[in-house]
């Protein structure tokens, strides 16, 4: 029986957040840079921020380029009002690594939860695969499968949603770091956070 493992960070919900960006899971604990979201050396997400919002893909890194610099994420983060949760709260490794491939599921974000705490959210996004379908399962049967750097429509709660899906930030997914950072920027500007 493999083990369970419980996500081990709360969700980042700013109060003035406008944006709702889900992940899958966070890597297993010894491949973390820092306590925060994304924080695997090897995952592209801080980069990209850094891209294309400050067009410096190490704007998020500390000094000596080793890590990432956890109050300057957070700092931009909350300025910006851009939450950050992951879509499973519980999982089972199948291999014991960080891929999605091998995640499975046990239990789902509680969304209406999360929602509830950031009232002015209008949009939310996924970054990568796993997190799209997991968050899609979480919509009403009828709500279509964004296509990657686009958007769809969401009634949930009594309230519209736009459905935004991006590239994974993951270095095996095979796109190079200034075509995501693109993607990114457009979904960015299109949102009005850019």
Not at 48 to 60: A, C, M, P, R, T
Not at 118 to 123: L, S
Not at 152 to 180: C, H, I, T, W
Request: a positive charge; hydrophobic letters at 40%; aromatic letters at 12%.
């Amino acid at each position: 029986m493999l083990p369970t493992e419980i996500h081990p960070l709360p969700p980042f919900l700013p109060g003035n957040a406008k944006l709702l960006m889900l992940g899958s899971f966070p890597p297993p604990k010894a491949k973390w840079k820092m306590d925060f979201y994304y924080p695997n050396f090897q995952n592209d997400m801080w980069r990209i921020f850094g891209l294309v919002f400050f067009n410096e893909k190490d704007y998020f890194l500390t000094e000596d380029k080793t890590s990432f610099d956890k109050a300057r994420i957070v700092e931009f983060l909350s300025l910006k009002g851009i939450a950050l949760s992951d879509t499973a709260l519980e999982v089972h490794r199948l291999k014991g690594n960080a891929s999605d491939n091998f995640l499975k599921i046990i239990t789902l974000l509680n969304l209406e939860s999360i929602l509830s705490k950031i009232p002015d959210c209008k949009a939310m996004v996924t970054t990568g695969e796993k997190a799209t379908e997991t968050l899609r399962s979480l919509f009403p049967e009828t709500t279509p499968v964004p296509k990657i750097g686009s958007c769809v429509a969401v009634d949930l709660l009594n309230k519209k949603y736009k459905f935004y899906r991006m590239p994974s930030s993951s270095r095996a997914y095979p796109k190079p770091l200034p075509e995501k950072a693109e993607i990114y920027r457009r979904f960015f500007a299109e949102i009005n956070l850019l």
